[in-house]
T-cell receptor, first 115, second 113 residues
Framework: GAVVSQHPSWVICKSGTSVKIECRSL??????MFWYRQFPKQSLMLMAT?????????EQGVEKDKFLINHASLTLSTLTVTSAHPEDSSFYIC???????????FGPGTRLTVT | AQSVSQHNHHVILSEAASLELGCNYS??????LFWYVQYPGQHLQLLLK??????LVKGIKGFEAEFIKSKFSFNLRKPSVQWSDTAEYFC???????????FGTGTRLQVFP
């Protein structure tokens, strides 16, 4: 089956530093990847849609300069949280859509804690 | 704007009880509908999906869902739950012409032996 990995699975960083999270589709090509944020006991909120070879499309209210997304290849998208602050602490989840199929496969998520 | 409502936030059942989780969406056009499950400590997994055709959809692990267009609903059902069904369940919708998934707030299901 389609597998999506994320790295790291958890990270702790100091306020003001930047953190990069990787999302990889392991056994399929993903022209589109999505980045979500999940707060405790809440649903997933879509942050941005990442298309291979083009700029990401951000949802309303998401700062594109703070959450940098790069989709450099058909199997890799990265999310960089720049100048992280404690309020950025959250669970970040990516998903990837298999080319030609209207179904998203989800990664295991990355727990970010900013101290 | 599209939205998804899951009215049951927390459901507690005994094993062998029947389950029905509600999901309503707001969008007047063509939609694709999904139910995902998130077991403790694990990633989201697709339970079932509806794109078109038979409105009664069967998924994995004995789950099924019925799309009722007139009620904008896509309720999830299972006739007899097991302890291993303890998890968070999310309903999601995307409009037929977009890639974006809009999630409901989730329903936490606890099944006791």
């Amino acid at each position: 089956g389609a597998v999506v990995s994320q790295h790291p699975s958890w990270v702790i960083c100091k306020s003001g530093t930047s953190v990069k999270i990787e999302c990889r589709s392991l056994d399929f090509q993903a022209t589109t990847m999505f980045w979500y944020r999940q707060f405790p006991k809440q649903s997933l909120m879509l942050m941005a849609t990442s298309n291979e070879g083009s700029k990401a499309t951000y949802e309303q209210g998401v700062e594109k300069d703070k959450f940098l997304i790069n989709h450099a290849s058909l199997t890799l998208s990265t999310l960089t949280v720049t100048s992280a602050h404690p309020e950025d602490s959250s669970f970040y989840i990516c998903s990837a859509r298999d080319r030609g199929y209207n179904e998203q496969y989800f990664g295991p998520g990355t727990r970010l804690t900013v101290t | 704007a599209q939205s998804v409502s899951q009215h049951n936030h927390h459901v507690i059942l005994s094993e062998a009880a029947s389950l029905e989780l509600g999901c309503n969406y707001s969008y007047g056009g063509t939609v694709n509908l999904f139910w995902y499950v998130q077991y403790p400590g694990q990633h989201l997994q697709l339970l079932l999906k509806y794109f078109s055709g038979d409105p009664l959809v069967k998924g994995i692990k004995g789950f099924e869902a019925e799309f009722i267009k007139s009620k904008f609903s896509f309720n999830l059902r299972k006739p007899s739950v097991q302890w291993s069904d303890t998890a968070e369940y999310f309903c999601a919708v995307n409009a037929g012409n977009t890639d974006k998934l809009i999630f409901g707030t989730g329903t936490r299901l606890q099944v006791f032996p």
